[in-house]
């Protein structure tokens, strides 16, 4: 089993960064792939971003070139940086760790970009 805790969100401006964090901790030797979703209102739940364990990271295509997907091994974190938000980023975000054992979620963190 795993707990995931995400950090980070909040209000920006258009244009504008942030970077969101998601602490992992429990059965974290099982991960085989950590990802980042998001759920606007009144939207299915979203694939942002994914990063398996020794295999390359993937992006959503309305993402790519915008957002970097990163993990720090030492601290059990996995981040989303967030760079020129839209007002279409405007969702919560969450945390996604994928084991044999099923899928985990964090409880989410609201991102909400507006001028």
């Known amino acids: 089993q795993v707990h995931l805790v995400e950090s980070g969100g909040g209000l920006v401006q258009p244009g504008g960064s942030l970077r969101l964090s998601c602490a992992a901790s429990g059965s974290i030797f099982s991960i085989y792939l950590m990802a980042w979703y998001r759920q606007a209102p009144g939207k299915q739940r979203e694939l942002v971003a994914a990063?398996?364990?020794?295999?390359?990271?993937n992006y959503a295509d309305s993402v790519k070139g915008r957002f970097t997907i990163s993990r720090d091994s030492a601290k059990n974190t996995m981040y989303l940086q967030m760079n020129s938000l839209k007002p279409e980023d405007t969702a919560v975000y969450y945390c996604?760790?994928?084991?044999?054992?099923?899928?985990?979620w964090g409880q989410g963190t609201q991102v909400t970009v507006s001028s």
């Open positions: 996604n760790a994928n084991l044999d054992s099923g899928f985990y």
């Open positions: 990063m398996p364990r020794g295999g390359n990271t």
